[in-house]
């Protein structure tokens, strides 16, 4: 089992910066890839990006490829979003979810989600 809370989110200019964490409860946190998910309103969840248990793999949405860098911190049982350059469309609510596949972009893929962390792009 494992739990996991997102944190990180709020309001930023367009162009701005923001950091999601996602820290996660449980010794096994290295098991599983992680990867982090949105939804904004009136549309479907969809998948952000992801990576492998070491980190040393990852893979993103092609929406955010180059603005958004995922990482992980094991020893911290933490993962983390960077956000950069946001525009007003990746105003969402952001997920973070455990797979106990070695990587995935598919949500049906992840056994464990956060409850989620707004943020929201202004223009």
């Known amino acids: 089992q494992v739990q996991l809370v997102e944190s990180g989110g709020g309001l930023v200019q367009a162009g701005g910066s923001l950091r999601l964490s996602c820290a996660a409860s449980?010794?096994?946190?290295?098991?599983?890839?992680m990867g982090w998910f949105r939804q904004a309103p009136g549309k479907e969840r969809e998948f952000v990006a992801t990576?492998?248990?070491?980190?040393?793999?990852?893979s993103y949405a092609n929406s955010v490829k180059g603005r958004f860098t995922i990482s992980r911190d094991n020893a911290k049982n933490t993962v983390y979003l960077q956000m950069n350059s946001l525009k007003p469309d990746d105003t969402a609510v952001y997920y973070c979810?455990?797979?106990?596949?070695?990587?995935?972009?598919?949500?049906?893929?992840?056994?464990?989600w956060g409850q989620g962390t707004q943020v929201t792009v202004s223009s």
């Open positions: 979810a455990a797979t106990g596949m070695p990587i995935s972009q598919q949500q049906s893929h992840y056994d464990y």
């Open positions: 449980g010794r096994t946190f290295s098991s599983y890839a």
């Open positions: 990576c492998s248990r070491s980190g040393a793999v990852t």
